[in-house]
Nanobody
Framework: QVQLVESGGGLVQPGGSLTLSCAPS????????VGWFRQAPGKEREGVSC????????RYDDSVKDRFTISRDNEKNTVYLQMNSLKPEDTAVYYC???????????????????WGQGTQVTVSS
């Protein structure tokens, strides 16, 4: 399994922006589809976005479409989630997860992702 580390969370005002990063402790992330998921208190985990390992195909949940952008920099071995126009309902712990040779076709099914990070807290509040 690939151990993943998320970073970039924090407290931001509504309408603000944050960029989350996901990087493996070892191995090459380029071989993996990477999904971002989030879980708010008292709610089930939900898929936010996914980027494939092959052709860079991206997918987004309707709640974040046009506000969030997922990208990968294979030279830096990192996947990013740029979050703009943040809303209080975006408050959650955000997790990244990796699916070897995945194409995001099964996302947001979390069971397809073999490796997970510990999560980073995002709080949107004034």
């Amino acid at each position: 399994q690939v151990q993943l580390v998320e970073s970039g969370g924090g407290l931001v005002q509504p309408g603000g922006s944050l960029t989350l990063s996901c990087a493996p402790s070892r191995w090459t992330l380029g071989y993996y589809a990477v999904g971002w998921f989030r879980q708010a208190p008292g709610k089930e985990r939900e898929g936010v976005s996914c980027i494939s390992s092959t052709d860079g195909t991206t997918r987004y949940d309707d709640s974040v479409k046009d506000r969030f952008t997922i990208s990968r920099d294979n030279e830096k071995n990192t996947v990013y989630l740029q979050m703009n126009s943040l809303k209080p309902e975006d408050t959650a712990v955000y997790y990244c997860a990796a699916d070897l040779w995945g194409d995001c076709s099964t996302w947001p099914q979390a069971s397809e992702f073999e490796s997970w990070g510990q999560g980073t807290q995002v709080t949107v509040s004034s």
